[in-house]
């Protein structure tokens, strides 16, 4: 499932629809209206672990163990996941590279979702 807060692109624009080769209509998709930390304090409520990206004080994300059940928060390029928001993370996670420190959040979503799908496989 995919929630949007408020002010980010429209999901079904031709643009995003293109660049998704059409994957946005194989996934729940909710653009919410309210404000980010009360859908995050939500999915807190309903149990869910909470996992943001952040470069500084968090895991690699080779390290990361994550239960069945979490969200992923993502930020964007510029200025990363609202410190109000990551004082509500569970647990907070990089992607290791070297002479990079910043990913377009559509690839880095990708690589975290990607590598999280595999952990899970993999145990």
């Known amino acids: 499932d995919v929630i949007l807060s408020k002010g980010t692109a429209e999901v079904y624009a031709p643009k995003t629809v293109m660049a998704s080769q059409g994957a946005v209509f194989e996934l729940r998709i909710e653009a919410s209206k309210k404000n980010p930390i009360d859908d995050i304090m939500q999915l807190k409520r309903d149990g869910y672990f909470l996992l943001g990206t952040d470069l500084k004080s968090s895991l690699p994300l080779k390290k990361l163990s994550c239960p069945k059940r979490f969200a992923l928060i993502l930020g ?14 569970d647990q907070k996670v990089r992607i290791e590279m070297s002479g990079i420190d910043s990913l377009n959040v559509g690839v ?4 975290l979702l990607y590598e999280l799908a595999s952990s899970r496989h993999d145990s």
């Open 108 to 111: 880095a979503g990708g690589i």
């Open 76 to 89: 964007n390029e510029g200025q990363g996941v609202e410190p109000e928001i990551l004082a509500l993370c």
